[in-house]
């Protein structure tokens, strides 16, 4: 069984196709769609050195995370269900007036 708190990965969203651009835009706090713009201009001009490229980068993040893993990486430990339980029960309901 693995635990969910050493992991040391970006969820890689649905438009993400290794999640490179995303773990690089998470770690320097900037929009992934920059980096993707500009891998797609890339592959526009020359698709080689483009693709070299996303698998350096792909490599450097694999190795970073790796090296240096980073708490704010990491997946979020699973919510206590008995404290969701707990949280659920105590909500008030408020009653509502109607308006003429």
Do not use: H
Not at 51 to 67: E, H, K, N, P, T
């Amino acid at each position: 069984m693995t635990n969910q708190a050493n992991s040391t990965s970006v969820k890689p969203g649905r438009d993400s196709i290794f999640g490179v651009c995303a773990a690089l835009a998470a770690d320097f706090g900037f929009n992934p769609l920059w980096l993707r713009l500009a891998i797609g201009a890339g592959l526009m001009v020359n698709m080689e050195a483009a693709l070299a490229a996303y698998v350096v980068l792909g490599a450097i993040v694999v190795i970073s995370r790796v090296a240096a893993p980073d708490a704010k990486t990491r997946l979020p430990p699973a919510p206590d269900v008995a404290a969701v339980a707990s949280s659920e029960q105590d909500v008030e309901e408020v009653p509502l007036t109607r308006a003429a």
